[in-house]
């Protein structure tokens, strides 16, 4: 194995690969699910765009950031299939109507300012590019889609979440993904290379969320807290301080770890790494408080 490879899974299917004991030996549970590199040829002749257009809408290698803990034994779930095929961050009703042949009549769907922005369940369009598909797509494709990959993902990360908290009294998602650079800050204020996103303290204790942050600054980086990303379905689906499942979303500057083209890993892909390693083991070893749930509220 080398360190652009992950080992061999110990669960895999069309929506994961999981590594990790089937009980997590930790409270966190890693979820990665925008790392999906798997273009099947049915996708790519829908297409309207270029493979390289569509690959814009991935994490980018954002899996490899987990390789030492996976190493390690943590639990951690990354998805396989792409971001293209179906966006495992959106709810599975936030469908572009425009988008899809043959809805069910009156089906209930859901909205948001990201699926009018292009970014729904099936993505339409990036910054700069043309609608991505040919044509609409039928209602039986998004629903195979749907019951293939994103109900199996979200079924076995609940599951993971589940088994961490019955073993260890709590369960902490991070939700690990990545994004551009940020536009430089304004005077006299540093430009924020990762972005913790709780939902505005609905989704995990501030606690835990202020621990990451300092375990970022300890390193040299600065943590921006839910601006501009405050996270989506994946840690509102799955966060339940109440019920002490808490979930946090990561975003990681690309430049840190990719290359200068942002295509291929680069030089601080082993800094990085050693900080997703930190911050995953600092929550980990975060001892459980009657007050978490409160520190949520």
């Not at 004991?21 to 798997?38: E, T, Y």
């Not at 913790?196 to 375990?215: M, Q």
Request: charged share 25%.
């Amino acid at each position: 194995m080398d360190r652009f490879t992950l080992p061999r899974p110990v669960e895999s299917s069309p929506a994961f690969d999981r590594y990790g004991p089937d009980v997590p030996a930790h409270p966190v549970v890693l979820s990665i699910p925008h790392a999906g590199r798997l273009y099947d040829p049915d996708l790519l002749a829908r297409a309207r765009v270029r493979p390289e257009m569509l690959r814009r809408l991935e994490d980018r290698w954002t899996d490899l950031l987990a390789l030492p803990l996976v190493e390690r034994g943590h639990s951690v779930l990354v998805a396989r299939a792409p971001r293209a095929m179906i966006d495992l961050n959106r709810h599975e009703r936030e469908i572009d109507p425009a988008m899809v042949t043959g809805l069910p009549h009156g089906m209930a769907l859901r909205t948001s300012q990201k699926l009018r922005g292009g970014l729904g369940l099936i993505p339409r369009r990036l910054p700069g590019a043309p609608d991505l598909w040919r044509g609409p797509i039928p209602w039986a494709e998004v629903q195979r889609r749907i019951e293939t990959v994103h109900r199996p993902y979200h079924a076995a990360l609940d599951c993971l979440l589940k088994a961490a908290r019955d073993a260890h009294g709590h369960a902490i998602l991070v939700d690990l993904h990545s994004m551009p650079p940020l536009p430089p800050a304004g005077a006299g204020q540093m430009t924020p290379s990762l972005v913790l996103g709780d939902r505005f303290g609905r989704t995990a204790s501030g606690r835990l969320t202020t621990l990451a942050g300092d375990i970022a600054a300890g390193r040299g980086f600065v943590a921006a807290l839910n601006h501009p990303y405050a996270g989506d379905h994946m840690i509102e689906r799955h966060g339940n301080p109440a019920h002490a499942i808490h979930a946090l979303q990561v975003e990681i500057d690309r430049a840190f770890y990719l290359d200068i083209a942002l295509e291929e890993p680069g030089p601080g892909l082993e800094r990085m790494q050693a900080l997703v390693r930190a911050l995953v083991e600092a929550l980990a070893n975060a001892l459980p408080r009657a007050d978490f749930a409160m520190a949520a509220e």
